[in-house]
């Protein structure tokens, strides 16, 4: 008979059971000051690089300041030093060079620096009833209907005829226009509420207000419009044909800030990735003496499937280990083989909101640390490089002997959805690869909501990932 004071089906359950708890439980007072303080310079990260372009700038800026120097395929590199090679301006690499012999392998952490939003068309100039336009495309997977009626500003870069290149950012300083895209009011939307969610906005119908103002009082056609481009000649020296050759994107015109009574968490446009792609870069940059070589990718593209000579499914990554692999006489394919890479990318937090999207037991939580999923795809696991249990199992002891507070997360229902990430195009390339990154509330919108908890334990996994 079991002694009365004893419960063995709790001890048992203790021994046997898995057991999950809030990350903020899990963390000193200290190390929660350690996460207010990161997140400040995630704040300001993100709201200086909403583009690709900015981003590259950005991190150039924090890794130049950190010792980086442009990659020279032809010189002689040694451990500690630090190197970069930027792609085209919207990917960049960075190296840290390890003490241990780079045919043994490089330990990768890839992330991507661009997001949903709406980019100009080539011939984005219009005016109706008296009003300006710009007629838009929008880029990666949005949810149209969530593009109305907030502020955006255009960033980016358009070439002139006579050769140079114009950067563009209007709508983020004090004191600068905003543009608009609008939407019917409620009084008059009633045949509008009959459309599905998914048209309540359609794509031909994201054009965005730029003026209303004519030129002269003049008996010609598209004054208004004429009044815009004066404004934008006058300004940039840009003609309507110059906009031929831009790259021109419309972001929300809000800053990052703290989400939350207790201001534990954070809004803002472009969470994926920079959530992943900041704790990339900063855990490279503290990365001092590495045994590996370690390196840091932020990709273009991956919202509109890695496509493009800026994408992860281009030869860019493979290209610059194969010249890191030649420094050291060194087989390319041979390193990459030997290679191991953590994919840093969002996943969907469980919104108890839409819980019947998710299946809670899988799901990631906000607060519950960096998530670490082991597949992605959808309908069968389709488009994944699904990790092996061997290397799950790596990447998860690592994660418990260095006390980083991580879950494990599966981004919704089966069959309810799906997603993927670069993951599939590095593991090509006979990398060992897993995905790791931040939950996201509402991703993909205008304004996501990430837990600082979370961007915290990302920067440290891939810092002990780098460092062990
Ligand atoms: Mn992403
Ligand atoms: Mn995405």
């Given at each position: 008979?079991?002694?009365?004071?004893?419960?063995?089906?709790?001890?048992?359950?203790?021994?046997?059971?898995?057991?999950?708890?809030?990350?903020?439980?899990?963390?000193?007072?200290?190390?929660?000051?350690?996460?207010?303080?990161?997140?400040?310079?995630?704040?300001?990260?993100?709201?200086?690089?909403?583009?690709?372009?900015?981003?590259?700038?950005?991190?150039?800026?924090?890794?130049?300041?950190?010792?980086?120097?442009?990659f020279?395929r032809n010189a002689k590199y040694c451990a500690?030093d630090?190197v970069?090679r930027?792609?085209?301006?919207?990917?960049?690499m960075?190296a840290c060079i390890g003490s241990e012999d780079i045919a043994d392998g490089v330990l990768i952490s890839a992330?991507?620096?661009?997001?949903?939003?709406?980019?100009?068309?080539?011939?984005?100039?219009?005016?109706?009833?008296?009003?300006?336009?710009?007629?838009?495309?929008?880029?990666?997977?949005?949810?149209?209907?969530?593009?109305?009626?907030?502020?955006?500003?255009?960033?980016?870069?358009?070439?002139?005829?006579?050769?140079?290149?114009?950067?563009?950012?209007?709508?983020?300083?004090?004191?600068?226009?905003?543009?608009?895209?609008?939407?019917?009011?409620?009084?008059?939307?009633?045949?509008?509420?009959?459309?599905?969610?998914?048209?309540?906005?359609?794509?031909?119908?994201?054009?965005?207000?730029?003026?209303?103002?004519?030129?002269?009082?003049?008996?010609?056609?598209?004054?208004?419009?004429?009044?815009?481009?004066?404004?934008?000649?006058?300004?940039?020296?840009?003609?309507?044909?110059?906009?031929?050759?831009?790259?021109?994107?419309?972001?929300?015109?809000?800053?990052?800030?703290?989400?939350?009574?207790?201001?534990?968490?954070?809004?803002?446009?472009?969470?994926?990735?920079?959530?992943?792609?900041?704790?990339?870069?900063?855990?490279?940059?503290?990365?001092?003496?590495p045994k590996k070589t370690v390196i840091?990718v932020?990709?273009?593209?991956?919202?509109?499937?890695?496509?493009?000579?800026?994408?992860l499914?281009s030869d860019c990554l493979r290209n610059f280990v194969w010249d890191l692999a030649r420094c050291f006489g060194a087989d390319g394919w041979n390193v990459l083989e030997n290679s191991e890479c953590l994919?840093?990318?969002?996943?969907?937090?469980?919104?108890?909101?839409?819980?019947?999207?998710?299946?809670?037991?899988?799901?990631?939580?906000?607060?519950?640390?960096?998530?670490?999923?082991?597949?992605?795809?959808?309908?069968?696991?389709?488009?994944?490089s699904?990790?092996s249990?061997e290397y799950?199992?790596k990447?998860?002891?690592?994660?418990?002997?260095?006390?980083?507070?991580?879950?494990?997360?599966?981004?919704?229902?089966?069959?309810?959805?799906?997603?993927?990430?670069?993951?599939?195009y590095i593991a090509s390339m006979g990398v060992d690869v897993?995905?790791?990154?931040?939950?996201?509330?509402?991703?993909?919108?205008?304004?996501?909501?990430?837990?600082?908890?979370?961007?915290?334990?990302?920067?440290?996994?891939?810092?002990?990932f780098f460092?062990r």
């Open positions: 008979m079991a002694d009365k004071k004893t419960n063995p089906s709790k001890e048992l359950k203790e021994k046997l059971f898995s057991k999950r708890k809030n990350g903020w439980l899990r963390i000193t007072a200290e190390e929660k000051q350690t996460v207010a303080d990161y997140c400040e310079g995630y704040k300001a990260f993100l709201n200086a690089a909403k583009t690709e372009r900015e981003a590259v700038v950005n991190a150039l800026v924090l890794a130049k300041a950190h010792g980086y120097k442009e020279d500690g630090k970069y930027v792609n085209r301006g919207k990917t960049v960075f992330a991507h620096i661009d997001s949903p939003r709406l980019d100009l068309k080539q011939h984005p100039f219009y005016e109706d009833s008296d009003i300006a336009l710009l007629k838009t495309h929008y880029y990666g997977g949005i949810r149209k209907y969530q593009w109305p009626t907030i502020p955006l500003a255009l960033h980016g870069s358009v070439l002139r005829a006579d050769g140079e290149v114009i950067d563009i950012k209007i709508g983020e300083d004090e004191g600068d226009p905003r543009f608009v895209v609008s939407d019917l009011l409620p009084h008059l939307a009633s045949e509008q509420n009959k459309r599905n969610l998914p048209d309540g906005i359609t794509g031909e119908e994201l054009n965005i207000i730029v003026g209303s103002c004519p030129f002269a009082d003049d008996p010609e056609s598209e004054l208004v419009k004429l009044n815009v481009l004066n404004v934008i000649y006058e300004k940039y020296g840009l003609t309507e044909d110059d906009f031929i050759s831009a790259e021109l994107e419309a972001v929300p015109a809000f800053a990052a800030c703290d989400i939350g009574f207790d201001r534990s968490m954070i809004g803002s446009y472009g969470h994926d990735d920079r959530v992943c792609a900041y704790p990339s870069l900063t855990a490279i940059l503290e990365t001092e003496a840091t932020l990709a273009d593209k991956e919202e509109t499937g890695s496509d493009g000579n800026t994408g499914n994919s840093a990318d969002v996943n969907a937090a469980y919104d108890p909101t839409f819980s019947s999207a998710f299946e809670s037991r899988n799901s990631s939580y906000i607060g519950y640390g960096v998530v670490v999923t082991k597949y992605t795809g959808a309908r069968g696991k389709s488009g994944t699904d990790a249990a799950t199992g990447i998860r002891n690592l994660l418990d002997s260095k006390g980083v507070v991580w879950q494990t997360g599966e981004l919704g229902k089966v069959d309810i959805g799906g997603g993927g990430t670069v993951a599939k897993i995905d790791i990154g931040v939950p996201v509330l509402s991703m993909h919108s205008p304004f996501e909501t990430v837990s600082k908890l979370d961007v915290w334990m990302t920067h440290r996994a891939i810092y002990e460092n």
